[in-house]
């Protein structure tokens, strides 16, 4: 079995909140500027990330279904002539590095995952796999425009970032991963489900992929 | 940060342009060049810039994807069944996925381009056709992606949460991943020439998928060491001291001292990059001859380091590894080997890749 303690955690559950209003809401947790720059959900992931004060020796861990979904219905919109701002921010795990090379901060490993029904599992399994002292384990989505239409997008906006250590003391949470049979059927756990888990402090208990159960206990 | 254990490799495969393992290797060796010039928005037109797809796919989207036969091919390599079970995980990685689809759903307005065009929607396809069942963990992160699917399965299996371990990779070309390389005018009419000092640098694209069956025990050969490092610095360019190459490198030449090397280098045609990749090599592992594919093969993206690793090991199993395809003299270092080498006198090969971001992975291979 692996496990970790949950150390803090932040959640930034903005629903519909467009990208302007997001943009001014968070402009002052930002260099001068540098949101303009930045995706909806780089800002969110940038400011989950700040609140847990990233350091160089922590393995980061990134899970998004859908990531720049704004820039990449831009990127789509630019062509013939493609963008190459919209092009560099559309790519996985663009809305990590916009908030990490905001803050010049290099690390060692770093593990962006996609997916839907069972990439929180396999997001901690990455997490709890890590030999860091720290992992931050971190993820979100941005709701789409005409992708939303095509049922291609997320359809709210949200983001979250957990600090993961090795020692109990002062733990909010005990995050555990078992190996199961492949016989227990695993259910469906999102990012969505997993970010009202948080915010709820809901305990965790789930056969959340093939082979895995997850667990989630708050202290 | 800590070298993941060793663990085996019970078996590689890739399918490029030239074919699969064996038949790409045998045409690198004979310097052959599978990259051509086309339309960089393919039925769009565009400038003609160096591409390269597998056999019979055109460029150009359809639905469903027209790459699903090449990936067909590579799974029927692979020995037994249960892939994607709770004991035999599947790690794919991939940079692009399906996304192509939806560039050919926005100019065309198709809607059956939708069901491929999200990661989570393409891979769940994929592994329909494949047979795979759930337990499918899905990475992405650019041009080190199938590093991160090979280090995260090593870990796997060693916690001992898998018996054998499917890591599979593809990256195929298509209009809006061209269109984006070329806006950033790192793809345009030349040709690549990998570690070359010349005037202006250039890279070419191409097709690529490949596939690594890892286990604890079994396998003729042995990843010995893996590394990550991220920059953090830029989206699209390095540390101009070298700092985050040296940093990735660094822990495998500890590992691999004593050892006979040879190095795969990512070498895609950029030159800054492409400079600071070769003096961080040579400084790592001095005297240590360097060479790079993708001037042949143009870069597959989120697949190549599965796809090189495959070829590697076709290499050693061989004995002879192809030279810096499409280079030329006078190169960044002296140690750019543009010949084919004899692996008479070397006991394993460091393969490197590079990504967005200031991303860098690294992994040591040998002989088990």
Known sequence: MLERYLQAVSVNDVGLEDPAGTRERLKERFPRGATRRMTQLGMLIGVALDDLCPRNDDTVVYASAYAETRALEGYLDSFPSASPTLFQTSIHPSAVQQALIGRQLPIGEFFPLTGRAHLVAHAFQAALLAPAPRVLLCGGEERGTWLLEQRVASERTFAFALALGLEPAGALARVSLQSVANDVPAGALGLPEFCDALRSRQTLDIVAAPGLRLCLVWV | ?368
Request: overall charge negative; some cysteine; charged content about 15%.
């Open chain 2, 1 to 368: 940060m800590p070298l993941a254990s060793a663990v085996r490799l019970e078996a590689t495969g890739c399918v490029t342009p030239l074919g699969n393992a064996p038949s790409t290797h045998a045409a690198l060796l004979r310097n052959e060049v599978a990259l051509r010039p086309a339309p960089v928005l393919g039925a769009d037109g565009g400038e003609p810039v160096p591409m390269a797809l597998v056999a019979g796919r055109s460029f150009d989207e359809t639905a469903p994807p027209n790459w699903l036969p090449p990936l067909q091919s590579l799974q029927a390599e692979l020995a037994g069944e249960g892939w994607g079970t709770a004991r035999r995980p599947v790690f794919v990685t991939s940079s692009n996925f399906g996304v192509g689809s939806l560039y050919a759903y926005r100019r065309h307005g198709d809607a059956a381009h939708l069901a491929y065009g999200t990661p989570s929607t393409c891979v769940d396809w994929l592994a329909g056709q494949l047979g795979w069942g759930a337990n499918v963990t899905t990475l992405s992160h650019a041009c080190v992606s199938a590093h991160l699917g090979l280090l995260l399965a090593t870990r796997v299996l060693q916690a001992g949460f898998a018996d054998r371990a499917l890591v599979f990779s593809f990256d195929f070309i298509s209009p809006f991943v061209a269109g984006g390389f070329h806006a950033l005018k790192i793809l345009n009419s030349g040709f690549p020439s990998p570690y070359a000092e010349r005037a202006s640098g250039s890279i070419g694209l191409g097709d690529g998928a490949a596939y690594a069956v890892l286990s604890v025990d079994r396998g003729d050969f042995v990843l010995e060491a893996q590394s990550l490092y991220n920059e953090m610095h830029h989206f699209t360019s390095n540390r101009a001291d070298g700092a985050g190459f040296a940093a990735c490198l660094a822990p495998l030449s500890a590992a691999a001292r004593g050892r006979r090397l040879w190095l795969k280098g990512h070498g895609t045609g950029t030159l800054e990059a492409g400079r600071l990749e070769s003096t961080a090599l040579c400084t790592a592992f001095p005297d240590t001859p360097l060479v790079g594919w993708k001037g042949s093969l143009g870069h597959t993206l989120g697949s190549c380091g599965l796809v090189e690793l495959a070829l590697a090991c076709e290499a050693m199993r061989q004995g002879r590894a192809p030279g810096t395809v499409g280079g030329a003299s006078p190169s960044f270092q002296a140690n750019v080997a543009l010949d084919p080498l004899s692996l008479e006198q070397t006991d394993g090969v460091v393969c490197a890749s590079n990504a967005f971001g200031g991303a860098h992975a690294a992994f040591l291979l040998a002989h088990a």
